[in-house]
């Protein structure tokens, strides 16, 4: 395993529930990020957060919701999704300093919107 | 603006034969290339990756990448496919503008025959 963690590993939901995706890191690393895999579409980059801070937004819906209390932990609440949300949520993290460090996957939460 | 094409979406290769997944890329400044592997219910593993220096990069599992600049290209190699190496690949590219964004390709299944 690549020391990235997401629980749950899979969850189905109403559009009506709110519900929220863990990620934890055990690499020492300091930048985190969120993911959206979808069948047949290129990964979309979805949030950004470098030693606690979120400096990308890739314009993602306000259902939406992160969450970084440190930089070994981050969260990805959803509340009255879609479903069109359906899909593998992805968190990665990296070094952080220079942007020529690859990024360390976890294994997903696969999400389905009913 | 930073984008990957992987104009493939299968590779059929015989087990034992060289393959070779394709991926170009454009970038403002120069990039920094990844190529990355994703087997089925798991997260994407590393592979290798393109900062500076040789041309040839070469990584995990007996892969190797050729970066080509005046073709914007990275394909990625590997000179006896495995029936093990059967799985979906992904090509990554970041600008050096310091941004820690990727951006993916949309992926390239890879079925190798035995």
């Known amino acids: 395993e690549t020391g990235v963690t997401q629980t749950p590993r899979h969850l189905v939901m109403g559009m009506t529930n709110k519900k929220s995706l863990k990620c934890e890191q055990h690499?020492?690393?300091?930048?985190m990020y969120w993911y959206k895999q979808s069948a047949k579409k290129p990964l979309e980059l979805m949030f950004v957060?470098?030693?606690?801070?979120?400096?990308e937004n890739n314009s993602v819906p306000s259902r939406f919701s992160p969450e970084c209390p440190n930089s070994s932990h981050l969260f990805l609440h959803l509340h009255t999704l879609q479903p069109e949300d359906s899909a593998l949520y992805l968190c990665?993290?990296?070094?952080?300093?220079?942007?020529?460090?690859?990024?360390?996957f976890g294994p997903g939460t696969r999400l389905t919107v009913l | 603006a930073q984008s990957v094409a992987q104009p493939e979406d299968q590779v059929n290769v015989a087990e034992g034969n060289p393959l070779t997944v394709k991926c170009t890329y454009s970038?403002?400044?120069?990039?920094?290339l990844f190529w990355y592997v994703q087997y089925p219910n798991r997260g994407l593993q590393f592979l290798l990756k393109?900062?500076?220096?040789?041309?040839l990069v070469k990584g995990s599992y007996g892969f190797e990448a050729e970066f080509n600049k005046s073709q914007t290209s990275f394909h990625l190699k590997k000179p006896s496919a495995l029936v093990s190496d059967s799985a979906l690949y992904f090509c990554a590219v970041r600008d050096d503008t310091g941004r820690r964004a990727l951006t993916f390709g949309s992926g390239t299944r890879l079925q190798v025959q035995p």
């Open positions: 990665a993290s990296s070094p952080g300093g220079a942007g020529d460090n690859e990024q360390f």
């Open positions: 393109y900062i500076t220096g040789d041309n």
């Open positions: 970038v403002s400044g120069n990039p920094y």
């Open positions: 690499l020492g690393h300091n930048a």
């Open positions: 957060y470098n030693f606690k801070e979120q400096t």
